[in-house]
């Protein structure tokens, strides 16, 4: 098997903190590469995502992700204002997350977004699947599993039609 052309290694990759560790960024990468950091913060974890999160490395990105929301208490905290592309694949890994989250009784916020990426989400009808929760409300997750859950989006993307209940 030959190695990667962009040389970034999954942030799962045998020997590496578990998603959940406090500041461990994944490894070095070409700016393109997108890359995650995680942060434990109270019962959720902080996610940030740099660069692009195209196939590639939504493909490496993906098991770090549901790796950080399985070792959540309540859920993950996306910061997405340093993502300069997404493409199909890397919105099908944000929104894999949602029904993954739901059926824990956790929620995915979506803290910050780039212009193209907040863009991408509202083209597409999915924005409000991300919204920051209200901190107003004090709903207990099976609650609002129940209500998000009766919440569907489909989007078309390209050739793909993703489907998020």
Same mark, same amino acid.
């Given at each position: 098997m030959h190695a990667p052309a962009h040389g970034g290694q999954p942030s799962t990759a045998p020997g590496t903190p578990?998603?959940? $560790? %406090?500041?461990?960024?994944?490894?070095?990468?070409?700016?393109? =590469?997108?890359? &995650?950091?995680?942060? /434990?913060? +109270? $019962? %959720?974890?902080?996610?940030?995502?740099?660069?692009?999160?195209? =196939?590639?490395? &939504?493909?490496?990105? /993906?098991? +770090?992700?549901?790796?950080?929301l399985a070792d959540s208490a309540t859920g993950l905290d996306l910061h997405l204002a340093d993502l300069d592309f997404c493409d199909c694949a890397g919105l099908a890994v944000l929104l894999e997350l949602r029904p993954r989250a739901l059926s824990q009784g956790k929620t995915i916020a979506l803290h910050t977004a780039s212009p193209a990426v907040d863009r991408l989400l509202f083209l597409l009808g999915v924005h409000d699947l991300f919204l920051r929760p209200d901190p107003r409300f004090d709903a207990s997750p099976p609650a609002l599993a129940a209500a998000a859950s009766a919440a569907s989006a489909i989007a078309t993307c390209g050739q793909r039609r993703l489907v998020v209940r």
């Open positions: 578990s998603p959940a $560790s %406090r500041d461990n960024a994944s490894p070095v990468a070409p700016p393109s =590469l997108a890359m &995650a950091a995680y942060e /434990r913060r +109270g $019962s %959720r974890i902080r996610v940030t995502v740099r660069g692009e999160l195209d =196939l590639d490395s &939504a493909h490496a990105l /993906r098991p +770090g992700l549901f790796q950080a």
